[in-house]
């Protein structure tokens, strides 16, 4: 009793969950964001996908390189 993180995962309890894409503060235990509709739970969702080189690689540096 008394404890403000959890002791298996680290998480504050109780209190707001800021929304990871949005910032918005939804109540603990949603799953979903009120506001944009982002998954609330940690490492929901898929990977970003990798960037092509090529869109951030220096125009002069990709003629060099090819």
Do not use: M
Not at 12 to 17: A, D, I, S, T, V
Not at 25 to 44: E, I, M, V, Y
Request: charged share 20%; with cysteine; hydrophobic share 30%.
């Amino acid at each position: 009793e008394g404890a403000r993180f959890c002791g298996g995962c680290g998480t504050p309890l109780g209190g707001e969950l800021a929304c990871p894409r949005c910032g918005a503060r939804n109540p603990r235990g949603q799953t979903f964001c009120d506001a944009c509709g982002a998954s609330l739970s940690a490492g929901a969702g898929a990977p970003a996908p990798a960037r092509d080189a090529r869109a951030y690689t220096p125009r002069h540096l990709v003629e060099r390189v090819l």
